[in-house]
């Protein structure tokens, strides 16, 4: 059962730290991130630390001179621990708790504790459970004392045991334990998606970076009633809802679990079967925040995310949301990679009714024109039409009903 916690007890103040390896490395942007990240989790950021580098310091991440000068930051800025932009090794970890003598922690602990504290089904919680546990079980050389207390704040807390044991073995059986586990819902999941396919109604699945406004989008279209919170990872788990176009097509939409730059390998594995739901869409609808001034890095991590995930050959429809927020309307939004945009405010509305067109469009174009006069003894296959097909015209004639219709690939034989 997870454990309660009260963010209002919680006074982390925590020093960022990042490395930047070049001239390219927008570090300060991504340290904003992290200061973002840290205070969904509860924390409060005191201060910023970059240190350029050719590479990270093996030993210690950052260099001997950056060191001794977070050691002075966080006695002066009464700091109670660091959190560094990058994934930690072990003894990373370690060496750098000795000689700071301070709580440390990285990018990825923060990540997970916030998917920890945002996981509501068995699912999200056993996702999160194990991707922690992986995580952890890399770390116990240098995490021996950390794990085994029941402190609070970032990464003590998590849907699992109170207590996570610092034994590897338990470590395993516990992971192999909730593998099973994950492995009957992935086949439930599978079921669910094949009883869809055979409905033959298309589906879309929402992509994007955390906080562009998916979960926003899915209730302005469905009126699905899905938590949707200005802050990143406000829903982790995929909500799937009909929808009707105006052209009475229906479509069913999914939404799925925001991305965000250096997303934990560990997660992505977790939450592969949930992602997957992208992979097995029929159209992708990717929500761009049009506000962000790195609006452009934070599409190339959903693409290069997508790609891991084998998502390739879908139409993609990029929606360039919170236009209502683009202060300057000289700014040219634009996607090589989709195959149609528009702009839209989930929040308002604006731009819906483009969307819905685009929507009809693509539906349109994957189906098969029919054109045909069916006897009266027929007319169960036009109520088949009607069902799964878009009909276009319905004519009452002496020699029978003539139609002219879109039908799905699965459809057109059964007319």
């Not at 990058?86 to 000795?98: F, G, H, T, V, Y």
């Not at 079980?137 to 794990?147: K, M």
């Not at 349109?364 to 109520?383: C, H, L, M, N, W």
């Amino acid at each position: 059962m997870a454990q309660g916690y009260d963010t209002a007890e919680m006074s982390e103040r925590v020093l960022l730290v990042g490395v930047q390896l070049n001239n390219n490395d927008d570090v300060e942007s991504s340290l904003e991130e992290l200061k973002e990240l840290a205070a969904t989790a509860g924390a409060v950021t005191v201060g910023k630390l970059i240190q350029a580098r050719e590479q990270y310091h093996p030993a210690t991440y950052i260099g001997k001179g950056k060191l001794e000068e977070v050691k002075e930051l966080i006695v002066k800025l009464d700091a109670t621990g660091i959190i560094c932009d990058d994934e930690l090794s072990p003894a990373q970890l370690k060496n750098l708790e000795d000689a700071l003598d301070t709580k440390v922690m990285d990018r990825t602990m923060v990540i997970l504790d916030i998917f920890a504290a945002r996981a509501t089904t068995s699912e999200g919680k056993i996702q999160v459970e194990m991707a922690q546990l992986k995580y952890r079980s890399t770390r116990l050389a240098g995490l021996g004392t950390t794990l085994s207390r029941l402190g609070g704040g970032i990464g003590t807390r998590g849907p699992g045991e109170k207590k996570i044991e610092t034994d590897r073995r338990i470590i395993r059986d516990r992971i192999s334990r909730l593998s099973k586990e994950l492995e009957e819902i992935k086949s439930h999941r599978d079921v669910a998606r094949q009883n869809r396919s055979k409905t033959s109604v298309p589906v879309a699945a929402i992509v994007g970076y955390t906080n562009a406004g998916k979960s926003t989008l899915l209730n302005t279209l469905t009126n699905a009633g899905i938590l949707s919170e200005d802050k990143l990872f406000a829903t982790l788990d995929p909500t799937t809802r009909s929808l009707t176009l105006p052209n009475g097509e229906k479509v069913l939409v999914t939404d799925t679990v925001g991305f965000i730059r250096k997303l934990p390998h560990h997660l992505i594995e977790a939450f592969k079967s949930t992602l997957e739901e992208a992979k097995y869409a029929d159209i992708i609808i990717h929500v761009a925040d049009s506000s962000s001034p790195d609006r452009d890095v934070k599409m190339e991590v959903v693409y290069n995310t997508l790609k891991e995930l084998g998502v390739g050959d879908k139409p993609i429809v990029t929606l360039f949301n919170k236009c209502d927020r683009v202060e300057n309307e000289e700014t040219v939004l634009r996607d090589f990679k989709a195959d149609y945009t528009a702009k839209i405010s989930a929040l308002y509305g604006t731009g819906i009714e483009d969307f819905e067109e685009i929507l009809e469009q693509i539906i349109r174009e994957s189906r098969i024109y029919v054109e045909r006069t069916f006897g009266y003894e027929e007319a169960g296959k036009i109520q088949l039409i009607r069902q799964y097909g878009q009909l276009v015209k319905e004519e009452y004639t002496e020699n029978g009903i003539e139609v002219e219709a879109y039908v799905p690939k699965e459809i057109y034989h059964k007319l």
